[in-house]
């Protein structure tokens, strides 16, 4: 079974190594929706996977990190494309929660990423 929360976040970037002229050169803005998937067998004394609660207390740091921010000035996401911001989520929330399956962040209603640490 896999259960998900998701989190939203608002933050500007720019893309520094797309061809002079692309619009994602300039800086823009996303309201971004991450989704955190974790696998696992419901216990049988809690009946659940994990406690939402206890999941939205170890990624709401990890996404207040990002939100209102100028992504390109955290370390380690100076090319923050989506596909860069996911494996950084993925490389903070994993170490914390042990039975993640993926996580997903959206960039626009139509755009998005799905990542599952490979």
Known sequence: MEIYKEFAFDAAHFLPNVPEGHKCKNIHG???HLRVYVKGTPG??????????????VVKPIVDE??????????????????????????RIKPLVPNLSRI???E???????????
Do not use: Q, R
């Open 44 to 57: 049988e004394h809690t009946g659940w996977i994990i406690d939402f609660k206890e999941l939205k207390d």
């Open 108 to 118: 626009t209603p139509t755009s998005g990423v799905m990542y599952s640490g490979e």
């Open 30 to 32: 996303h309201t971004y």
């Open 66 to 91: 990002l939100d209102h921010t100028l992504i390109n000035n955290i370390s380690g996401l100076e090319n923050p494309t989506a596909e860069n911001i996911t494996i950084w989520c993925w490389n």
């Open 104 to 106: 997903e962040l959206k």
